[in-house]
């Protein structure tokens, strides 16, 4: 009489095979959406944006007016739009502020680049990774007068600095253009991280 077959070794390599399965699941759940980790490796932290109205105060040489700011207010978005005018005095200034928080799928700085992304002329300025002047103006011609932009890449955040008859009327691209580098390189260091 031969010994009755048991199921011993299917049984052992099914539990072989489903460990091995789900171990793979979670090697590759690791491998696509990462470790928190991975996010706080930005450059600029979304709940440390500084508030428009402080950054304003370090930043010389802007009309008179007080600062209104808009929330950017779509996430992943951190940031504010700031302008500075007066309607006394025909010029103005606007800083806009936009720091992009990543994700266990994709950095911050990955938005950064798709919101910088366009055309414009390049600039020299110094400031960033990649800077340069919009190909558009800021609102499309519906202020008259000279009006020019600013853009700045910087790891995860885009500036933007533009500026309306800079100068006053009958104001040059060139005047624009003085203007919104003054303003630049104050504005860029005083929304650094500490």
Known sequence: MRPAKTSTGLIITLVVASVLVFAGLGVGAFLLFGTKDEIATEKYAADKVPACASVVQRVPGLPPGKPRELPAGVTPK???????????????????????????????????????????????????????????????????????????????????????????AGSSMEDCRATVEAAAKPFFAAVQPA
């Open 78 to 168: 951190y940031g504010w739009s700031c302008s500075i005018t007066d309607l006394e005095d025909p010029r103005a200034v606007y800083l806009d502020f936009t720091v992009f928080a990543g994700t266990s799928r994709a950095p911050g700085a990955d938005g950064a680049r798709e919101e910088f992304s366009g055309d414009g002329e390049p600039s020299s300025i110094g400031l960033g990774e990649e800077a340069r002047w919009s190909a558009e103006l800021p609102i499309g011609g519906v202020r008259p007068g000279v009006q020019c932009e600013l853009r700045i890449r910087d790891g995860n955040a885009v500036l933007g600095i533009g500026a309306f008859d800079a100068m006053g």
